[in-house]
Protein backbone atom coordinates (compact mmCIF):
# COMPACT_ATOMS: atom_id res chain seq x y z
CA UNK A 1 0.00 0.00 0.00
CA UNK A 2 1.13 3.59 -0.90
CA UNK A 3 -0.22 6.61 0.61
CA UNK A 4 0.59 10.09 -0.54
CA UNK A 5 -0.23 13.21 1.11
CA UNK A 6 0.42 16.74 1.38
CA UNK A 7 -1.62 18.61 -1.19
CA UNK A 8 -3.71 21.55 -0.55
CA UNK A 9 -4.50 25.03 -2.20
CA UNK A 10 -1.82 27.24 -2.53
CA UNK A 11 -1.37 30.30 -4.43
CA UNK A 12 1.05 31.02 -7.77
CA UNK A 13 4.89 31.10 -6.50
CA UNK A 14 3.88 28.93 -3.14
CA UNK A 15 5.55 25.79 -1.91
CA UNK A 16 4.24 22.65 -1.34
CA UNK A 17 6.05 18.94 0.10
CA UNK A 18 3.98 15.69 -0.95
CA UNK A 19 4.62 12.59 0.96
CA UNK A 20 4.07 8.88 -0.08
CA UNK A 21 4.51 6.31 2.64
CA UNK A 22 4.37 2.71 2.57
CA UNK A 23 3.16 0.12 4.71
CA UNK A 24 2.56 -3.56 4.47
CA UNK A 25 5.99 -3.71 2.55
CA UNK A 26 9.11 -2.34 2.04
CA UNK A 27 9.61 -2.20 -1.81
CA UNK A 28 12.68 -2.78 -1.89
CA UNK A 29 14.58 -2.28 -4.55
CA UNK A 30 11.97 -0.63 -6.46
CA UNK A 31 11.97 2.88 -7.86
CA UNK A 32 9.66 5.29 -6.59
CA UNK A 33 7.71 7.77 -8.58
CA UNK A 34 5.45 11.08 -9.09
CA UNK A 35 2.63 11.43 -11.83
CA UNK A 36 -0.70 13.66 -11.73
CA UNK A 37 -3.32 13.93 -13.69
CA UNK A 38 -5.05 17.52 -14.38
CA UNK A 39 -9.01 17.21 -15.41
CA UNK A 40 -9.66 16.18 -18.53
CA UNK A 41 -6.12 15.27 -19.25
CA UNK A 42 -3.96 12.08 -19.29
CA UNK A 43 -1.65 10.91 -16.31
CA UNK A 44 1.48 12.58 -16.98
CA UNK A 45 5.01 11.76 -15.68
CA UNK A 46 5.99 13.90 -13.07
CA UNK A 47 9.71 12.71 -11.38
CA UNK A 48 11.47 9.32 -10.45
CA UNK A 49 13.91 8.40 -7.70
CA UNK A 50 15.84 4.94 -8.39
CA UNK A 51 16.11 3.03 -5.41
CA UNK A 52 19.93 2.06 -4.56
CA UNK A 53 21.94 5.07 -6.39
CA UNK A 54 19.14 7.81 -5.85
CA UNK A 55 19.21 8.85 -9.74
CA UNK A 56 16.67 11.20 -10.65
CA UNK A 57 14.59 12.34 -13.49
CA UNK A 58 12.22 14.55 -14.21
CA UNK A 59 9.61 16.17 -16.57
CA UNK A 60 10.83 18.66 -18.43
CA UNK A 61 7.81 20.88 -17.10
CA UNK A 62 8.92 20.66 -13.62
CA UNK A 63 12.34 20.38 -14.11
CA UNK A 64 14.40 23.28 -11.97
CA UNK A 65 10.98 23.59 -9.76
CA UNK A 66 10.92 20.21 -8.44
CA UNK A 67 12.67 18.00 -6.56
CA UNK A 68 11.91 14.00 -5.59
CA UNK A 69 14.00 12.38 -2.87
CA UNK A 70 13.34 9.29 -1.06
CA UNK A 71 13.92 8.12 2.33
CA UNK A 72 14.92 3.52 2.22
CA UNK A 73 14.52 3.66 6.01
CA UNK A 74 11.31 5.08 5.81
CA UNK A 75 9.85 3.47 2.57
CA UNK A 76 8.73 6.97 1.56
CA UNK A 77 8.93 8.80 -1.00
CA UNK A 78 9.10 12.93 -1.28
CA UNK A 79 8.28 15.89 -3.59
CA UNK A 80 9.36 19.16 -2.84
CA UNK A 81 7.56 21.64 -5.20
CA UNK A 82 8.48 25.51 -5.78
CA UNK A 83 7.17 28.06 -7.59
CA UNK A 84 3.94 26.70 -8.25
CA UNK A 85 1.77 27.26 -11.28
CA UNK A 86 -1.64 27.06 -12.00
CA UNK A 87 -1.03 24.20 -14.59
CA UNK A 88 0.21 22.68 -11.69
CA UNK A 89 -3.01 21.92 -10.24
CA UNK A 90 -3.72 17.86 -10.51
CA UNK A 91 -4.65 14.90 -8.66
CA UNK A 92 -0.89 13.82 -7.67
CA UNK A 93 -0.38 9.93 -7.40
CA UNK A 94 2.81 8.10 -5.85
CA UNK A 95 3.96 4.98 -7.51
CA UNK A 96 6.27 2.24 -6.97
CA UNK A 97 7.81 0.00 -10.14
CA UNK A 98 10.66 0.16 -12.65
CA UNK A 99 12.58 3.52 -12.84
CA UNK A 100 11.03 5.51 -16.08
CA UNK A 101 8.32 8.02 -17.22
CA UNK A 102 5.69 5.74 -18.22
CA UNK A 103 2.75 5.02 -16.49
CA UNK A 104 3.49 1.10 -17.22
CA UNK A 105 6.67 0.83 -15.39
CA UNK A 106 5.26 1.25 -11.94
CA UNK A 107 2.98 -1.87 -10.73
CA UNK A 108 1.43 -0.18 -7.31
CA UNK A 109 -0.23 2.62 -6.69
CA UNK A 110 -1.51 5.41 -4.20
CA UNK A 111 -3.89 7.15 -3.74
CA UNK A 112 -4.12 10.64 -5.35
CA UNK A 113 -3.49 14.25 -3.27
CA UNK A 114 -5.00 17.15 -5.14
CA UNK A 115 -3.23 19.94 -5.38
CA UNK A 116 -4.60 23.02 -6.65
CA UNK A 117 -2.53 26.84 -7.11
CA UNK A 118 -4.99 29.88 -7.47
CA UNK A 119 -3.60 32.86 -9.76
Known amino acids: QLQAFGGGLVQAGDSLRLSCAAS????????MGWFRQAPGKEREFVAT????????YYADSVKGRFTISRDNAKTAVYLQMNSLKPEDTAVYYC??????????????WGQGTQVTVSS
Open 95 to 108: AAGKFGSRYYDYDY
Open 49 to 56: VSWSTYST
Open 24 to 31: GRTFSSAA
